[in-house]
């Protein structure tokens, strides 16, 4: 019983959370703002990315793009497994409260996908090329926040995504030399 009644007050803190980050996309520049973003997370930044690496940095790049690729794969297929099996409900259709800030790309909202590659895909860059800190340290986390902000998310699925990405694209190194 006392487990319960720590699950249903996380509950209501999360979905508090929810209600005041989704706030902030009422006003129309920070919605559209967080939009791109998560267009961008979608898929488009990385692609390009992975696309440029090699074009950017040289032929050595080619090894970083291959494992991107590869972990991107991967994650897909985690993320799709996940979710067709825990069907968790999105914020918006649980509270009136949260406003649909951009079509949602699937039904369910565990774990995130956007920030699971965004995790994956960043620190497996960074370990290739360090001095894109800069860049990908800060897309990552607006991604991340993106999918609050906008409805889409649960705290928790956010998290859940980070650290599916983290242990992805670490356990990644354990089969590229």
Known sequence: MRIQSLFQRMDVYELRMCEVLNRISRLDSVRKFFVAISRLGNGVFWYVLIALLPLMQGDGAMTASV?????G???VA?????K??????RPYINR???SLGTAPL???SFPSGH???AVSFSVVALSYFPHLSLLLIPFTALVAMSRVVLGLHYPTDVVAGAVIGLSLAYSSFLFVG
């Open 78 to 82: 985690i993320y799709k497994f996940l």
């Open 96 to 98: 009136s409260t949260i």
């Open 73 to 75: 794969l991967v994650g």
């Open 67 to 71: 494992h991107m690729t590869a972990v």
């Open 115 to 117: 920030t699971l590659h």
């Open 106 to 108: 699937d039904v369910y």
């Open 84 to 89: 067709s099996r825990l069907v968790r409900e």
